[in-house]
């Protein structure tokens, strides 16, 4: 079930992302599911945005994303600062993952980094905040319901 609805987010992704290239690559050999995703400027190719993403094993309600990174804005393709860059993309990964069936949609985060400030004003569940005792890092875990509802089209992510 987990690859039916690998295949949907997908689907979905591909469908909301038009104004921009979603360029998706099997991450792991040995899992069907998991996928690499990279959102990039039809102007010239750069990365807007990537993700890594996968249903949760036991449980295909659940979309798991993590790795999400905000492109480079160092030659200023981008009027968007990298936390609205972040925020867009979870907002089209969110909307795709509903329109694919997933019921909620599952990401952890690095205290300190871009994503953490934004993490903190949606509305989401945030979890639990831990150590991860390799890295000494402090990660928190959010939980994002979806809904299934028709979208016409995903972020703008403006260009200059």
């Known amino acids: 079930?987990?690859?039916?609805?690998?295949?949907?987010?997908?689907?979905?992704i591909h469908r909301l992302s038009k104004k921009h290239y979603c360029k998706d690559e099997q991450w792991n050999k040995e899992d069907l599911s998991e996928r690499e995703y990279k959102l990039e400027s039809r102007k010239d190719g750069s990365?807007?945005?990537?993700?890594r993403a996968r249903a949760l094993p036991g449980c295909c309600g659940v979309l798991v994303v993590y790795y999400l990174r905000?492109?480079?804005?160092?030659?200023?393709?981008?009027?968007?600062s990298a936390?609205?860059?972040?925020?867009?993309?979870?907002?089209l990964i969110?909307?795709?993952?509903?329109?694919?069936?997933f019921g909620a949609v599952?990401?952890?985060?690095?205290?300190?980094s871009t994503g953490a400030k934004v993490l903190g004003e949606m509305l989401g569940c945030h979890i639990e905040t831990f150590t991860n005792w390799k890295t000494k890092?402090?990660?928190?875990?959010?939980?994002?319901?979806?809904?299934?509802?028709a979208?016409?089209?995903?972020?703008?992510?403006?260009?200059?």
């Not at 079930?1 to 979905?12: D, L, N, R």
């Not at 936390?83 to 907002?91: A, G, H, Q, R, V």
């Not at 969110?94 to 069936?101: C, F, S």
């Open 94 to 101: 969110i909307q795709a993952a509903g329109k694919a069936k």
């Open 70 to 80: 905000p492109g480079v804005t160092k030659r200023g393709l981008f009027h968007q």
């Open 1 to 12: 079930m987990g690859i039916y609805h690998a295949v949907g987010f997908t689907e979905q």
């Open 83 to 91: 936390e609205s860059i972040f925020k867009e993309t979870l907002e």
């Open 137 to 149: 890092n402090k990660v928190s875990t959010y939980l994002f319901p979806t809904t299934h509802k």
């Open 47 to 51: 990365i807007i945005a990537s993700f």
């Open 151 to 160: 979208i016409k089209e995903g972020p703008t992510f403006e260009e200059e």
């Open 106 to 112: 599952f990401l952890t985060q690095t205290l300190n």
